[in-house]
């Protein structure tokens, strides 16, 4: 009566957020403060001040119409201007309007850029540990998702897994740096050898391999750690990004989709992503947070808190015997689970009402992830549990 | 190297935005007010001075976190009970807020319900006049879209056409009343007739034909005309409502499915939409545009300054000799066109600077669509092409 695919979709539970509700009621049961959650990726540091301002702003001094009326499908022609106006100067390239597409967040970008680019049944490589949601986003859509195992302890890129895994179905390859879960930032030197690759395999198989690049994160760097600009290293390179992150803003559903001229065909690759947001049942994006994103173009995250959590839990973690890499972007930290098994580790975790994301969905079964953007106090609070899970295994 | 479907959705220009587009290049030629332009169906009432105040007072007093933080996907659970409890009130129906979804609007609503009904290949049949994107919402995701002929000139439904083309693949007839173009609301009497035949060949063919009521001019009626709650009448519907034009927020993006618990396996279809929703890549509609409407779902719109435009349209065309029925909802009117082909008719007309809509795309050649979201001023600066028009045909 209804489709099997969809219906599992919305029946199949999202992990994370099942443990977030466990927790919310364990706290019901045992006190909000003996709940030491780390399972969302939710921001704990708000918008900065300039974005409500500026919605204020906007509110009261633009012509209600205008300010709530349809935008074109692509954006507002001088909101588009303004973000790659800002992107080209901070990256030393040339971009325009034309190559910005704005969505109601990466995922439908993401989910758009597949569609456009799947020629019925192509294939979309995504390198572990991956955001789970990219399954559904490909498989959902026709196409197949083929994973790389990831690059263990470094979680840069395992590449003879990736060379084995391109074929001529090959369209895409996702990546997502700063990673959610693993908080590490592909290096320039990873990007360049990904570059080589995959313009050595396209040449071969003929036809351009796209690197998909979903960057949610691209402003969360720690230690001034680089965040490469990845279409001036690889030229067939689509960004999908979200305003989530970056101004705290993750319920508004506002990024965009960039396909800088200097992509292969890339008024077709445009077409068909506009076209395939439209199939989705786009119309536009949020017409008034399109105003604001470009009044706040210039505007940076404050990483403070979250470099502050970082350090202590790391710190705090690897000094108990804890195998991690040091995250140095994004807000999360991914840990090796003592024994092997993040399943059996989050289970037994759980019971200490500490609450951690095994890496099972995101292909990396021997690892656990830890949200940072929580509150300092409980990080302090929780590590006798930390301490106490790792000498009990 | 891209997806032809989607290549093909991006290129094809959609006539009404082309038009409207031409009309902004003529206007910079003989001048804005010597152009008479017909063509958009955006509200051109502000959005009541509630919204604004309610946004300001959002902003400014709740914590910015939750203001702008995830929701979960099927939306804030306070902003769904309210929004059910008006509308049970309002119908004398029973819903909860767990019938409600909160989307991006209606369009990626429609969407989300038919990718979740479509087994493959599944027919959903549209009634001309009909809403142009329904086409690519079913066809660019596997299903196919039956169209049944007009009931001219009334635009109710036309019986036969629609009974012959229900087959044992029908899973779905969508209906948008008040109704883009026509203006027309179907009356009880047409609701309660295909109620029947539905409920006729659902038990002839031993499955639900769901009803997917297509409803953003839900709020939109003049002559106290009755809109009659869909839901009541024929128990497998499923609302897709939007508050584009209700409250005049076309390009804040947001909107509802409801599925009431009397659908048949409401649960199921509920669950496969939401599950749709997340293959075409929705995390949740726009947060603070939750609680806007929530706040406002006492509101209702000003349909004066559109029932007096109605009024001066129909009351001079008619005169001049055009048919047309009268609208009694929407802010539409659907004219024949003199000689019968409105593709002829509104290429004549714009040399006129006057800028009309053909059927064709809403399945009715015959006739043309006037937006009467318009300034009356451009209204009586038009007649006069109107009526030198008639003379000429």
Same mark, same amino acid.
């Given at each position: 009566?209804?489709?099997?695919?969809?219906?599992?979709?919305?029946?199949?539970?999202?992990?994370?957020?099942?443990?977030?509700?466990?927790?919310?009621? +364990?706290?019901?049961?045992?006190?909000?403060?003996?709940?030491?959650?780390?399972?969302?990726?939710?921001?704990?540091?708000?918008?900065?001040?300039?974005?409500?301002?500026?919605?204020?702003?906007?509110?009261?001094?633009?012509?209600?119409?205008?300010?709530?009326?349809?935008?074109?499908?692509?954006?507002?022609?001088?909101?588009?201007?303004?973000?790659?106006?800002?992107?080209?100067?901070?990256?030393?390239?040339?971009?325009?309007?034309?190559?910005?597409?704005?969505?109601?967040?990466?995922?439908?970008?993401?989910?758009?850029?597949?569609?456009?680019?799947?020629?019925?049944?192509?294939?979309?490589? /995504?390198?572990? $540990?991956?955001?789970?949601?990219?399954?559904?986003?490909?498989?959902?859509?026709?196409?197949?998702?083929?994973?790389?195992?990831?690059?263990?302890?470094?979680? +840069?890129?395992?590449?003879?897994?990736? /060379?084995? #895994?391109?074929?001529?179905?090959? +369209?895409?390859?996702?990546?997502?740096?700063?990673?959610?879960?693993?908080?590490?930032?592909?290096?320039?030197?990873?990007?360049?050898?990904?570059?080589?690759?995959?313009?050595?395999?396209?040449?071969?198989?003929?036809?351009?391999?796209?690197?998909?690049?979903?960057? $949610?994160?691209?402003?969360?760097?720690?230690?001034?750690?680089?965040? $490469?600009?990845?279409?001036?290293?690889?030229?067939?390179?689509?960004?999908?990004?979200?305003?989530?992150?970056?101004?705290?803003?993750?319920?508004?559903?506002?990024?965009?989709?960039?396909?800088?001229?200097?992509?292969?065909?890339?008024? /077709?690759?445009?077409?068909?992503?506009?076209?395939?947001?439209?199939?989705?049942?786009?119309?536009?994006?949020?017409?008034?947070?399109?105003?604001?994103?470009?009044?706040?173009?210039?505007?940076? $995250?404050?990483?403070?808190?979250?470099?502050?959590?970082?350090?202590?839990?790391?710190?705090?973690?690897?000094?108990?015997?804890?195998?991690?890499?040091?995250?140095?972007?994004?807000?999360?930290?991914?840990?090796?689970?003592?024994?092997?098994?993040?399943?059996?580790?989050?289970?037994?975790?759980?019971?200490?009402?500490?609450?951690?994301?095994?890496?099972?969905?995101?292909?990396?079964?021997?690892?656990? #992830?830890?949200?940072?953007?929580?509150?300092?106090?409980?990080?302090?609070?929780?590590?006798?549990?930390?301490?106490?899970?790792?000498?009990?295994?």
């Amino acid at each position: 009566m209804v489709n099997e695919t969809m219906l599992q979709l919305g029946v199949k539970r999202n992990g994370i957020r099942e443990l977030f509700e466990y927790g919310l009621r +364990q706290a019901a049961i045992v006190g909000r403060e003996n709940v030491f959650d780390y399972s969302l990726g939710n921001p704990s540091i708000p918008a900065p001040p300039e974005v409500n301002e500026n919605l204020v702003d906007i509110i009261r001094n633009t012509d209600s119409l205008a300010v709530h009326g349809y935008t074109p499908a692509f954006g507002l022609p001088d909101a588009r201007e303004t973000v790659a106006a800002e992107l080209g100067e901070r990256y030393g390239v040339k971009l325009r309007g034309a190559n910005l597409f704005f969505t109601c967040g990466a995922a439908p970008g993401l989910v758009a850029t597949i569609r456009a680019l799947n020629l019925g049944g192509s294939e979309f490589i /995504a390198i572990a $540990p991956f955001f789970p949601e990219y399954r559904p986003f490909a498989e959902s859509n026709g196409a197949k998702l083929v994973v790389v195992p990831a690059d263990i302890p470094d979680f +840069q890129i395992n590449w003879e897994a990736l /060379a084995a #895994r391109i074929s001529e179905r090959t +369209q895409g390859v996702i990546i997502n740096t700063p990673n959610n879960p693993s908080g590490v930032i592909y290096t320039r030197e990873t990007l360049e050898r990904l570059a080589a690759l995959l313009t050595e395999k396209s040449a071969e198989l003929g036809h351009p391999i796209f690197l998909i690049a979903d960057e $949610p994160y691209r402003e969360r760097a720690y230690d001034d750690a680089e965040v $490469p600009f990845i279409p001036s290293i690889y030229p067939n390179t689509i960004v999908c990004y979200s305003y989530s992150k970056s101004l705290s803003l993750p319920g508004e559903r506002i990024g965009y989709v960039c396909v800088p001229d200097w992509v292969e065909d890339s008024a /077709a690759v445009y077409a068909a992503i506009a076209g395939a947001a439209r199939a989705s049942g786009h119309v536009c994006a949020p017409a008034l947070f399109q105003r604001v994103v470009a009044r706040c173009a210039y505007s940076r $995250p404050d990483v403070k808190a979250y470099d502050e959590n970082r350090a202590l839990l790391y710190g705090a973690l690897t000094s108990y015997g804890y195998e991690c890499v040091k995250p140095n972007g994004a807000f999360y930290m991914f840990v090796k689970a003592p024994g092997g098994d993040s399943q059996a580790f989050s289970d037994k975790a759980k019971e200490k009402n500490l609450l951690l994301v095994p890496g099972n969905d995101f292909g990396v079964p021997e690892y656990f #992830r830890i949200s940072t953007c929580v509150s300092p106090d409980m990080i302090r609070l929780s590590l006798p549990a930390f301490k106490a899970l790792i000498e009990e295994f």
